[in-house]
């Protein structure tokens, strides 16, 4: 019964896969941080600009992201548990109220699905906060997997936090399609050995995005089958 079962386990085991960045690849949320950090940070005197958010590191993480801004600025980054509370208050919000799907990543989603593989979400969100993303975005219902890290370092997805998240859902051995938002996510997963699609925003477009199989204005600017063709060959 047992051999069996391992059989069955064995011949369900995905060999291709996609995955992507919940927060910064299906909805915006790079966007929302700017803008509660840069109030966040008018409080300590600071005035913030999109050019220094983007030199600032651009953690997922408020506390690390309001620390680097101010230091940056040559500011203390002491007493900020009130903007960091409020940073965190704001993205939550914007995840449970505002965030919309991006209609390119749907496409190419339920294209991907058609051909019977998986398809996963990865999120340095809180895990509440990001359930909560994934149902306002209907990715859930869509049969999208979670990808929930056991840990979120200041700078996040590195090559570790990739291969760790693609050992726990069991994926470390498949033929993987990425798509990220940022360099560090795309060095990341070029280092696992994901075929990176990298769709930067207003913050990241100046990023090297180099050995990215391409790098999209949007998921809209090209059809899914090219993509599909492009980064699913054996």
């Known amino acids: 019964m047992s051999d ?15 995955i992507f960045e919940l927060e910064y690849v299906a909805a915006k ?18 005035e913030l600009t999109q050019v220094s958010f983007a030199r600032s590191g651009m953690s997922p993480l408020s506390r690390a992201a309001i620390t680097s ?25 914007y995840c449970a109220n505002d965030a919309e799907l991006d209609k390119g990543l749907e496409k190419l989603i339920k294209a ?4 019977d ?23 859930d219902k869509m049969g999208v997997e979670l990808v929930i890290p056991d840990e979120v370092k200041d700078s996040f997805p590195r090559a570790d936090s990739w291969l760790k998240m693609l050992k726990k859902c069991d994926k470390e051995d498949a033929t993987l399609v990425a798509i990220v938002s940022s360099q560090i996510a ?18 990241t477009a100046f ?6 199989k391409m ?20």
Do not use: W
């Not at 991907?112 to 051909?115: H, L, P, R």
């Open 207 to 212: 990023q090297d995005y180099s050995g990215a």
């Open 186 to 203: 795309c060095k990341g997963g070029l280092t696992a050995g994901a075929a990176c699609i990298a769709v930067p925003d207003e913050y």
């Open 69 to 93: 801004v101010l230091k940056q600025a040559g500011k203390k980054a002491d007493a900020i548990e009130k903007a960091v509370a409020s940073v965190d208050k704001e993205v939550a919000a």
């Open 112 to 115: 991907i699905q058609a051909m």
């Open 215 to 234: 790098v999209l204005d949007s998921l809209s600017d090209v059809k899914p089958k090219e993509i599909l063709n492009l980064t699913l060959r054996m």
């Open 4 to 18: 069996e079962v391992k059989t069955d386990e064995k011949q369900k085991r995905a060999t291709h896969a996609l």
């Open 29 to 46: 949320k790079r966007q929302v941080e700017f803008s509660a950090i840069k109030t966040a940070a008018k409080t300590k005197g600071v």
């Open 117 to 139: 593989i998986p398809v996963l979400a990865f999120t340095a969100l809180p895990e509440t906060v990001a359930g909560t993303l994934m149902a306002k975005l209907g990715l």
